[in-house]
């Protein structure tokens, strides 16, 4: 659990933006999904705009919640919720042979401090960090070693175009290791139920659209990458990949997101927006946020969601790897 607490919550909503326009901010971030009136091509023709203004009225409720980071991940018995964090986050940077990664909720300028903690590493020399939109990336043709997402390209609103930019930055006969939501065969889309549920993710959780994992495979081979490996870890998860987002499931870990936490959190958010600590506008993020959630687990259960990332290692040309891990929903 992470150590922020109630100020730290309410402090931090709204990230980049002004206290003051948090509340234009969330009704502004509403309008794009389709709960609200939003349609899938507004969304992704404003993508930047809705995902940015996604982490900035999240970021504090996420950590508050989970901490540094929050994964979807196979977990075993006896697991703790961190060691399953860790072990997830290690194991997607090993597929390209390195040692850890860096993962942070915090996106968006005012709150990243990579620079810091490369110097606090001792890497600063040979490590960068640069803000940039995936779709169209400020470097030349052939620039990396390798290239990783860790559930970061479910927020891209053209997954074909993001990775021909991922392929067009990676040396020839290099590695590209990822994880990402998708959706199962198993979604149908002419069923109003699970229509809503996967509205209700995209609302929760900053998302264009989430797309099958087939359409996913198919758009890395017209990207140029080969497959040579894929698999669906929640299939072989002993516990549901779901459950630390499980209102009903209780934990000291994760005690916060439990239905008893979420009413404390619900309760104070309201008591501090009332007394002017938090912005107008926080109550309204924690209820799409618990909707997200909530849906969340109903899609895992009716198993049309691939929550669990896909992670792919793909090589330039010929040689490309790619592993996949898909599952949820």
């Known amino acids: 659990m992470s150590n922020s607490g109630a100020l730290g919550l309410a402090s931090g909503v709204g990230g980049s933006i002004g206290k003051e326009q948090v509340l234009l901010a969330v009704t502004k971030y509403e309008k794009y999904h389709a709960r609200h009136g939003g349609d899938d091509e507004e969304r992704k023709a404003n993508y930047t705009d809705m995902v940015n203004k996604y982490y900035d009225l999240t970021a504090s409720f996420c950590e508050y919640g989970w901490g540094e980071s929050f994964h979807f991940a196979p ?52 490590c960068n960090y640069v803000k940039a939109d995936f779709m169209k990336m400020p470097f030349p043709n052939n620039s990396f070693d390798a290239v990783f997402a860790m559930e970061a390209l479910c927020h891209a609103p053209d997954v074909l175009g993001c990775y021909k930019e991922i392929y067009r930055v990676l040396k020839p006969g290099q590695c590209f290791a990822a994880c990402d ?61 779901y459950s630390p987002l499980d209102k009903n499931v209780f934990s000291l870990a994760t005690f916060r997101t439990t239905a008893f936490g979420r009413f404390i959190t619900r309760n104070m958010l309201k008591t501090l927006e009332f007394l002017g600590v938090a912005p107008k506008g926080s109550h309204r993020v924690q209820c799409f946020l618990e909707e997200g959630a909530d849906a969340l687990v109903e899609g895992g259960r009716l198993v049309f969601h691939v929550d669990m990332p896909l992670p792919y290692e793909a090589q330039y040309n010929t040689d490309m790897k790619i592993s996949i891990l898909s599952g949820f929903m």
């Open 75 to 126: 977990r075993w018995k006896g697991e703790s919720f961190r060691e399953n964090m860790k072990k997830h986050e290690h194991f997607l940077a090993l597929q390209l042979g390195v040692g850890c990664g860096v993962w942070n909720w915090r996106t968006n300028e005012r709150d990243i401090k990579i620079q810091e903690l490369n110097h606090i590493a001792g890497v600063d020399k040979t």
């Open 181 to 241: 939501w998708c959706i199962t065969d198993s979604f149908n889309p002419t069923s109003i139920e699970h229509k809503r549920i996967k509205g209700e993710i995209e609302l929760g959780n900053g998302l264009p659209d989430i797309r099958l994992t087939v359409q996913c495979l198919r758009a890395l081979k017209e990207a140029g990458f080969e497959i040579i490996y894929e698999k669906d870890l929640a299939l072989e998860s002993p516990l549901p990949w």
